[in-house]
C-alpha cells in the first residue's frame, strides 16, 4: 500500500523527524551509560547519583518521544509493524528517507543494549565489592559503655 498525498508526506516527516529525536536521545543515553561504567569502573560514586538522575530524565523523554511515535506510526496505518514491515508498505520516496533512519536505529540500540550490559555489569561487580567490604568489616556497637 502506497501513500502518495500531501498531508501524508506531511505525516512521514513528522515521524522521520520524531525518529531523528529518538536517534538524538538513545546516543545521549548511551554516552550516560558508557560514563557510568566509566565511573564506576574508576571508583568514582559520586559521579554516578548526577549519572542517573540525568539518565533518568532522557528515559522520560524517550518514553514521551516512543509514545508519539507509535501515534504517528498509527495515523499512517503502521501501528503496530517493525520497521521492516514498514518499509515494505512504504513508497519509494518514503523508503529513501525512512530506510536510512531504520538502519541508525538499529545500530544505535545495538550500542545502547552494549553500553547498557557494560555498565550494569561493572556496577554489579563494585556492589559485590562492596558487600565483601562490609561484610569483613568489624560490626558497630550497638551499645555504649553503659549497657
Do not use: C
Amino acid at each position: 500500500m502506497a501513500f502518495t498525498d500531501s498531508s501524508t508526506d506531511e505525516a512521514v516527516s513528522g515521524f522521520s523527524d520524531t525518529l531523528e529525536q529518538l536517534l538524538g536521545l538513545m546516543g545521549s543515553i548511551s554516552e550516560l551509560e558508557e560514563a557510568k561504567a566509566e565511573a564506576a569502573s574508576t571508583k568514582q560514586h559520586q559521579k554516578i547519583d548526577g549519572l542517573l538522575k540525568e539518565e533518568q530524565a532522557l528515559i522520560l523523554k524517550l518514553r514521551g518521544l516512543e509514545q508519539l511515535r507509535m501515534k504517528q506510526a498509527g495515523a499512517l496505518g503502521w501501528q503496530g509493524l517493525t520497521f521492516r514491515q514498514i518499509l515494505e508498505r512504504a513508497d519509494g520516496g518514503q523508503k529513501k528517507l525512512l530506510s536510512p533512519l531504520f538502519d541508525k536505529m538499529n545500530a544505535q540500540l545495538r550500542r545502547l543494549t552494549d553500553s547498557k550490559d557494560s555498565a550494569d555489569r561493572i556496577l554489579r561487580l563494585r556492589l559485590k565489592e562492596l558487600e565483601e567490604a562490609l561484610a569483613g568489616a568489624p560490626q558497630p556497637r550497638l551499645h555504649d559503655s553503659y549497657g
